[in-house]
């Protein structure tokens, strides 16, 4: 079994800001760890994932996030929000056991204040 | 281009009628397809599996006989939404995983743009 959860529904940072949006794993087995940002009305934009390589995962427009197995959790940064950053953003966890399927957490809505 | 694309990306139907929204994976061989459905401001649902050459599976409470998935070809999937009513309204989203060694080796899942479906 495997499940995810975004610790946040909603947060709020002013522009130049860190960001961070928290998510916790469970999984019966080793996960590959994705997320995605999805903006208004868009589909779903890759920006990062963990597949048991480095645990420190770099991704596109200055995410990152870090795999803590001892944590469960791969929680997502940037050092400083853009306002192009509002959107909604999902953890996602998979298994290869399970054929592949993935489960989303509910999703965090971040805004960015000017 | 986009790795997975899905047609049409809008549809408008009249209730009673069915819709079929397309899915293909552009540039590789996608032997498993997933198709999700997102409610406004929810995440994703998944909705069932589609293997290539065999039925599909549904996840509990998805309505086989209403949501007709079709899996043809390792490239393309289809999802026919029978007899549609105004609940059926909402965000089709599909996903592919490739073959192993050229696409989707982690299971990682490449998403199509999605297909708003509204039932008038």
């Known amino acids: 079994a495997q499940s995810v959860t975004q610790l946040d529904s909603h947060v709020s940072v002013s522009e130049g800001t860190p960001v961070l949006l928290r998510c916790n794993y469970s999984?019966?087995?080793?996960?590959?760890l994705f997320w995605y940002v999805q903006h208004p009305n868009k589909g779903l934009q890759l920006l990062l994932k963990?597949?048991?390589?480095?645990?420190l995962v770099k991704g596109i427009n200055g995410f990152e996030a870090e795999f803590k197995k001892s944590e469960t959790s791969f929680h997502l940064t940037k050092p400083s929000a853009h306002m192009s950053d509002a959107a909604e953003y999902f953890c996602?966890?998979?298994?290869?056991?399970?054929?592949?399927?993935?489960?989303f957490g509910d999703g965090t809505t971040l805004t960015v204040k000017p | 281009g986009a790795v997975v694309s899905q047609h049409p990306s809008r549809v408008i139907c009249k209730s009673g009628t069915s819709v079929k929204i397309e899915c293909r994976s552009l540039?590789?061989?996608?032997?498993?397809m997933f198709w999700y459905r997102q409610f406004p401001k929810q995440s994703l649902m998944l909705m069932a599996t589609?293997?290539?050459?065999?039925?599909?599976?549904?996840e509990q409470g998805v309505e086989k006989d209403k949501f007709l998935i079709n899996h043809a070809s390792l490239t393309l999937s289809t999802l026919t939404v029978t007899s549609a009513h105004p609940e059926d309204s909402s965000f089709y989203i599909c996903?592919?995983?490739?073959?192993?060694?050229?696409?989707?080796?982690?299971?990682?899942?490449?998403f199509g743009p999605g297909t708003r479906l509204t039932v008038t």
């Open positions: 540039d590789f061989q996608a032997t498993t």
């Open positions: 996903s592919a995983i490739g073959i192993s060694g050229r696409r989707g080796s982690s299971y990682e899942q490449y």
């Open positions: 589609s293997n290539e050459g065999s039925k599909a599976t549904y």
């Open positions: 999984s019966s087995y080793s996960p590959s």
């Open positions: 963990y597949t048991s390589a480095a645990t």
């Open positions: 996602v966890v998979s298994v290869s056991t399970n054929a592949g399927k993935s489960t």
